[in-house]
């Protein structure tokens, strides 16, 4: 019975090859019933009927085909009446009055008999050793029919199930390719949100200044460590610093806000950039969570001049110098990096040294701050920008300087540059507008990154009153 099931056989539609195996056998014998059974356990059913009309299946009664499955070889009653067995089977007993019977059982490969190919007569006769072997030759047939049957059945098996796998796989890998999607969504925005707590979200109006800036992370998924600000200290001064932490990620967005509120913290106190330097120097050694992380600065005040522009002081801790920027007779600007002497890394030494200078920004003048990741940045030769190509691009900028502008120019060299290796950007422009600048209340272009996939505008240009 497992075997009959193992070819899923019954109940199946009409099959013309088992059909061709009847009628063959019914013109071979010359006999008017021929048929191709399957035996099942309550029942003998017919998977071919020649000469049979209408009867698909009958009970397992003995004496026909439920006792020719029995035997390994051909069956052959010449005359059903004198078979004590066969006598009371419903097809030599009934209307049909079956007088012969002969039956070559359907043997599987392994020893398992289905069914019969069986050859019937109404009247008795006798048959050959070889047309015994002729019968046992067409149950052959039949069984070659259902291996092959098997086979196909088993082949299209296979392939259902291996679409189905495949299928399954591609659903496992589209549902983690939306997990994986989803996922760094949630990070870049996490990390969008993360970084604009770190970063001022507009510049202030500041009298008399145009402010711009531009903050863009290596990665969307990454917090960033370059910090800015401006604001003001009392007394018509303003402070301003630029810096870098070392390192990415949430190890150093906390040192970026401790770096970032320690240094408004004591500019309030005293707004001498080299003391607000010192002040956070102590705040990183002291805080036992920072570890061995440090930053760099560049802290500066702005003091209004009599003259329009603005007396600037600078103090550095181991930060690229800033720009500045000033016109030239002729056209053209002169461009003189403002290094103070000195300057060591913040939050690395307990007796750390910090260096400052003052020059005058005055109008048409501008001043450049940026992070390393600007002269970092890797040209299409593979070499570094560095302070050389900086300072070249920066002299080719037209006067008088606009801080918007320096931004917007520099912005766009960045954007021509690979993007192998790219390190974290920030920057922070200042230009004292020149009496016949544009009208009070102008907002300039300029960038910001705190939300990675977009640049937004926050620089003004404030005319002092």
Known sequence: MAAVRRYDILDTPPDGAYDRVAALAARLFEVPVATV???????????????????SEIGRDPGLCASAVLTDDTTVIPDTLLDPVACSNPLVAGPMGVRFYAAAPIITADGHRLGTVNILDTRPREISEADASTLTD?????????????????????????????????QAEEEARQRAERDKAAIAAFASTLQRTLVPPALPAVPGLEL????KTASPQEVGGDF?????????RWAFFLGDVCGKGAEAASITSLTRYTLRAAALVD??????LKALNTALLLDAAVGTRFCTAVFGLLDPARDGGFTVTLATGGHPPAYHLSPVEGGGVRVEAARAKGGMLVGA??????ASRTLHLAPGEGLLLYTDGLTEARTADGDMLADTGLTDFLARRPAPVSAGALIDDTVALLDTLPDTERDDVALLALSVPTPDAAPAGITTTAHSAAAPTADVSVGQENPRP
């Open 271 to 276: 707004a001498d950039p080299t003391a607000a």
């Open 138 to 170: 067409l149950a052959a047939v039949v069984r070659d029919q259902l291996e092959l049957r098997l086979s196909a059945l088993n082949a299209v098996r296979a392939e259902q199930e291996r679409r189905k796998v495949e299928q399954e796989k591609r």
């Open 349 to 354: 030494f307990a007796e750390a040294a910090f």
């Open 37 to 55: 059974t399957i035996v099942d356990e309550d029942r003998i059913w017919f998977k071919a009927a020649h000469g049979l009309e209408g009867v």
């Open 228 to 236: 800015y600000d401006v604001f003001p200290v009392g007394g018509g």
């Open 212 to 215: 711009a800036c531009h903050y």
